[in-house]
């Protein structure tokens, strides 16, 4: 079972923050919170990822709650480009051969 | 670079047929998996490995065998194919940093297979 809840769906308006939650209330300690989004059935593709402290690069901002229990992943400007099927995983950083597990994700639309 | 490439990208089966699915990567990552998703559905890992020679099962491996003979493809085998193998599948591979710490998986674009 996946270890993460997330909305099934969201709309965001062109040019403004989409802020995508997610809650993964079970996370133990050696567990980081890894983001994917995929575009129209492409592959997936690694978005960010943390442990506990805030997370920004180029593609957005990972902002992990101090319990770790929850988090919010921002793209700061949305575009058109940006609909997709965004996944909030939770995964054990050091375990050799550790998989990705997915659940149903969020899916954002963005519209103009 | 290319990074991971799937072949076929689209493959059409008749009940019963076998097919072999493959996943070459050229980042000498040690850790390779076959993935399938299903219409409105998020991934599910079939099978896994995690260096050359290895194999482990995944969520979802009956029907399916895989190998790994060198450490930069990953075949994925359907002996006998099913309607309910209609999929797409997706490989990818990920590596451990000096740290220990896992790296992001790369995914390659998948193969859209039919099963009728």
């Known amino acids: 079972d996946a270890k993460t809840t997330q909305p099934p769906s969201m709309d965001c308006a062109e040019g403004r923050a989409a802020n995508l939650p997610c809650n993964h209330s079970?996370?133990?300690?050696?567990?980081?919170v890894y983001w994917y989004r995929q575009i129209h059935s492409q592959g997936p593709q690694y978005i960010i990822h943390?442990?506990?402290n805030n997370e920004t690069n180029e593609m957005a901002s990972l902002i992990i709650t101090e319990d770790r229990k929850s988090s919010t992943l921002i793209l700061p400007h949305a575009t058109l480009r940006d609909t997709a099927v965004y996944y909030c995983?939770?995964?054990?950083?050091?375990?050799?051969?550790?998989?990705?597990?997915f659940g149903g994700g969020t899916r954002l639309m963005v519209k103009p | 670079n290319a990074g991971v490439t799937q072949t076929p990208k689209f493959r059409v089966l008749k009940t019963g047929q076998s097919m072999t699915l493959l996943c070459a990567q050229d980042?000498?990552?040690?850790?390779m998996y076959w993935y399938r998703q299903d219409p409105g559905m998020g991934l599910r890992l079939i099978h896994y490995?995690?260096?050359?020679?290895?194999?482990a099962k995944g969520e979802v491996p009956d029907g399916y065998n895989v190998s790994r003979l060198k450490k930069q493809n990953f075949l994925l085998g359907l002996e006998s194919a099913a309607p309910s193998q209609t999929s797409v599948y997706f490989c990818?591979?990920?590596?451990?940093?000096?740290?220990?710490?896992?790296?992001?998986?790369?995914f390659g674009q998948g193969t859209r297979l039919t099963v009728v």
């Open positions: 995983i939770v995964r054990e950083g050091h375990n050799a051969g550790n998989m990705l597990t």
């Open positions: 990818a591979s990920s590596y451990l940093r000096w740290t220990g710490e896992n790296t992001e998986a790369f």
């Open positions: 980042m000498n990552h040690e850790y």
């Open positions: 943390g442990l506990k």
């Open positions: 490995s995690v260096g050359e020679g290895t194999t």
């Open positions: 079970t996370i133990s300690g050696n567990e980081y």
